[in-house]
């Protein structure tokens, strides 16, 4: 008697919110799949953004070591010129 369906209470039913029903779930339908292709695409761009954030920090490292080595190469050449200056002054001054 639970599972006996009332068939007028449904055919009531349907009838009332048919064509809204069916609008109702077209417009559900529609928004699930729209969802459903936005979070895709969301997971696809933060796996780009990451491989591309990892690519930067490679990127950042490499410049920097080079920097420190010009840095380093840069100190020595002007510790050399400043000792050439310093003894060109002190033979002159002889």
Known sequence: MLLQLNTPVIQGTLIQYGILG???LALGYLFWNSYNRMIVRNDSLEKKVDAL????????IE???RMAKIIEENTRAINDLRTIIVSTLIQNKK
């Open 53 to 60: 954030q990892d690519e930067m920090t490679g990127l950042l």
């Open 63 to 65: 410049e920097r070591d």
């Open 22 to 24: 069916i609008v109702a």
